[in-house]
């Protein structure tokens, strides 16, 4: 996220040839471009908000004769159109990709006081504040894609608008960083509950069981930076259209917001995940003691007897519905689990999350009914 403010994007049109016309039509209203005409046809005709005259003929699908011709120049005017989202569009039709929104609404103060930041150092904290919630989101990453997670953070590209201190766009390329922005996704609602739910209560419960949607101490410093000093700062997310939403995620994300009145309950939950210690990976290997997930499908959490790979004698162990799966026929079949993740420590209790290579154990049967009797002795 190294692009200097203002510096184009894909500005030029692309290909038309590689151009899906339903892309394209998605796009232009996401951005709020309006459909206009009578009944609809093997094209339609699209112009922008505003008082732009621009006007474009977009073919429904490739089976139109002319879809070549069309989208070329459908896209040229989109090139030379004067319209805020142009370019953005543009640019999400070059590379496939995941858009995210920073937004920032600041009250004006009735008198500038002196020394007060000007709309560069605002477009910097933003700017600074953005790259933090995308770098945790990546370090939140699971197994092996977070490899390249962190280092895609630096690549992504940087879309900023005149009024550059209230928003910014990243393109985050669906391959290879659709991890990241699905991490995001479920990262982001997964704070705002647990926030909701520490004001409502008092209690902060609910971050300890965030971290398994990758909430940690990296993602609620970010976000305290990204709300300070504003009246409400959101987060949207938009999936390319070309690759549709993930599994398990809204088609059309609702924005996520803050405002300075949960900044208590974000900096608290900081100081308590820095407080539980810095997560590291673990490679561990366990019998399966406990089984436990709310409905039939669906992720699960299993409790370990640790045998190898760290000092805590038992774990919590966060898995997806395959993973969990797995843990279950290890368990009928008395053999031990390896499973590779993050180490977390939340108040005495470890916790391992970020899961990945879980397999059963194949040991010999002297073992196994070593272990079995070890395991009813326990339940």
């Not at 940690?216 to 997310?237: P, R, S």
């Not at 420590?345 to 397999?359: I, N």
């Amino acid at each position: 996220m190294n692009r200097p403010t203002g510096d184009p994007a894909h500005t030029g049109p692309p290909d038309p040839r590689r151009v899906d016309p339903r892309v394209l039509a998605a796009l232009l209203d996401r951005h709020g471009w309006r459909r206009t005409g009578g009944a609809r046809g093997p094209y339609t005709r699209w112009t922008p908000p505003g008082p732009d005259p621009a006007s474009l003929l977009v073919p429904d699908s490739r089976a139109f004769p002319d879809c070549d011709d069309l989208l070329t120049d459908a896209l040229t005017a989109l090139a030379r159109t004067a319209a805020p989202s142009a370019r953005d569009i543009l640019t999400a039709l070059a590379v496939p990709s995941d858009e995210v929104r920073w937004h920032r609404e600041t009250a004006p103060p009735t008198r500038a006081p002196s020394g007060a930041p000007g709309p560069w150092t605002a477009q910097d904290r933003l700017r600074a504040a953005a790259r933090r919630v995308l770098l945790a989101a990546a370090l939140a990453v699971r197994g092996h894609a977070r490899l390249h997670a962190r280092a895609l953070v630096d690549e992504v590209l940087v879309d900023a608008p005149s009024d550059a201190a209230r928003g910014l766009t990243a393109f985050v390329p669906v391959d290879p960083g659709r991890p990241v922005t699905e991490r995001l996704h479920h990262a982001l609602h997964a704070t705002r509950e647990a926030v909701d739910y520490q004001r409502a209560t008092g209690r902060p419960d609910a971050f300890d069981t965030a971290v398994a949607a990758g909430v940690g101490h990296e993602l609620t410093e970010a976000l305290v930076a990204l709300v300070h000093g504003t009246a409400v700062a959101a987060v949207t997310l938009a999936w390319a259209p070309a690759a549709g939403a993930p599994s398990g995620c809204a088609a059309r994300p609702e924005p996520v917001a803050f405002t300075p009145g949960d900044l208590p309950a974000l900096r608290e939950a900081g100081a308590r995940y820095l407080r539980a210690g810095p997560s590291a990976p673990a490679h561990v290997t366990g019998t399966v003691v406990r089984l436990r997930r709310p409905g039939a499908r669906g992720p699960g959490t299993v409790r370990l007897r640790v045998l190898t790979g760290t000092d805590a004698p038992h774990l919590h162990v966060t898995l997806d519905e395959d993973a969990y799966r797995t843990a279950v026929h290890a368990h009928l079949a008395g053999l031990p689990l390896r499973v590779s993740g993050r180490l977390e420590g939340r108040g005495g209790l470890r916790r391992l999350t970020d899961t990945y290579g879980v397999a059963p154990v194949e040991v010999d049967d002297a073992e196994r009914d070593r272990l079995t009797k070890t395991l009813d002795e326990e339940c």
